[in-house]
């Protein structure tokens, strides 16, 4: 864990946080500047900088979690598709420094068709609906 870390702070329950899921080793929280309702984060409790140094049993056990998401998220926001992001480095675009996995949802004509940084504000009431409304269609 790292004291300065957001994701380390929200694994812990000192931050809060939108949560999709969570068990002993990986959780799922919406994006706090998501690209489109829905756009949820998948990270690993412990703290891991990049897929360079996450263990690959704690990798395989994110990307199963990113499936299960990738399926209720669709199916909660009625998305055309899935885009499924992992970036390493501040060179590729990584702001948080703690290994994640954006599930994003393409929705045609939200104008959202690149990246993964936020375009839309949302409040926490409505992040945490869109969080209760994808947990009930894991």
């Known amino acids: ?9 929200i694994a812990s ?8 899921y969570q068990d002993d080793n990986v959780m799922a929280f919406m994006d706090l ?9 998948i990270v690993p409790r412990e703290h891991w900088e990049n897929i360079y140094e996450v263990p690959e049993k704690t ?10 998401v990738s399926v209720a998220v669709k199916k909660t ?3 055309d598709g899935i885009k499924v992001i992992q970036l390493n480095g501040r060179d590729a675009g ?21 990246g993964h940084h936020g ?6 009431k409505d992040l945490d609906e869109t969080a209760r409304r994808i947990r009930e269609n894991f």
């Open 33 to 41: 500047n998501p690209v489109n309702e829905g756009h949820t984060l």
């Open 1 to 9: 864990m790292s004291d300065v870390c957001p994701f380390c702070k």
């Open 77 to 79: 926001v009625a998305a």
């Open 59 to 68: 990798l395989a056990e994110m990307v199963a979690v990113v499936k299960r």
């Open 13 to 20: 329950g000192k931050a809060p946080a939108s949560i999709v």
């Open 119 to 124: 375009r839309i504000t949302l409040e926490r």
């Open 94 to 114: 990584q702001v948080v420094m703690h290994i994640h996995i954006h599930v994003i949802p393409a929705i045609s004509g939200s104008g959202a068709t690149k």
